[in-house]
């Protein structure tokens, strides 16, 4: 179906969001047109010429491409939830919205759904978090996500992690941020124990306020963040919770 759209509309883009649907779909409809794909992109663009510039990181996040696609069309490309700002809301502006009608035939389905099985455990929703909590390599073992769990419990936020953390097994992948993880963009984004390599920073660099905690003044992290504690976190993390509660209990 949306194959047959595309070629009778003939659209110079097809974006696709990255979500799981979209990453199963996007690749299949790239196939079946034969044109190109650039997954999650993190930043799109459209020059003079009417090429749609696609960015995203590339070589495990060491180096950020822009790629284009000059001889097949539609330009297509997936993009990560909530990985760019959105403009402001222009009234003069109006899109048309067109609805393609569609009956599914019982004999076209290949798979069916047997049975739904909700899931028991609390789900992890960084996309949706204002404020997030991660731990990285400097936490230096499991048990250090106990004590961010406190802070982000007094702040009401979810609990994030570096590759590094989630490839020691400290905390499941569905905590990861990072181009090999989530994108996110909470209101407040508290770093600890990260260095801040790009692989990392790709996935949260554009939180509205970014306070980062390590011991290494010179840490990467640094050039990102809003406001940097130079300390232990073992140390920072009990004071700043010591101070929300207080704070919460007008004692400050």
């Known amino acids: 179906m949306v194959c047959m759209q595309i070629r009778e509309s003939k659209p110079e883009i097809f974006l696709v969001g990255a979500t799981n649907l979209g990453r199963d779909l996007a690749p299949k409809v790239g196939r079946r047109l034969g044109t190109g794909l650039t997954a999650d992109c993190t930043g799109l663009d459209i020059d003079d010429e009417g090429m749609l510039l696609q960015t995203r990181p590339a070589f495990g996040g060491n180096i950020i491409a822009t790629i284009v696609t000059p001889n097949h069309r539609p330009q297509m490309a997936t993009v990560r939830p909530r990985v760019m700002v959105s403009l402001p809301r222009n009234e003069g502006r109006r899109g048309e919205v067109v609805k393609i009608p569609y009956k599914l035939d019982t004999m076209d389905l290949r798979v069916k759904v047997l049975d739904i099985v909700k899931e028991i455990k609390r789900g992890v929703n960084l996309e949706e978090a204002d404020v997030i909590v991660a731990g990285g390599r400097g936490l230096g073992s499991a048990e250090g996500f106990k004590v961010l769990e406190r802070l982000a419990g007094v702040l009401g936020g979810e609990i994030g992690a570096s590759r590094d953390a989630v490839d020691a097994g400290w905390i499941s992948h569905a905590h990861q941020i990072g181009q ?17 390599t790009v692989q990392h920073t790709a996935g949260m660099k554009e939180s509205d306020m970014i306070v980062a905690i390590n011991t290494d003044p010179a840490a990467p992290i640094f050039e990102i963040a809003d406001y940097g504690i130079v300390a232990d976190l073992y140390q920072a993390v009990p004071a700043l919770i010591s101070a929300i509660e207080s704070y919460k209990n007008g004692n400050l």
């Open 180 to 196: 090999t993880g989530k994108t996110v963009r909470p209101k407040l984004y508290i770093a600890c124990g990260i260095s801040g």
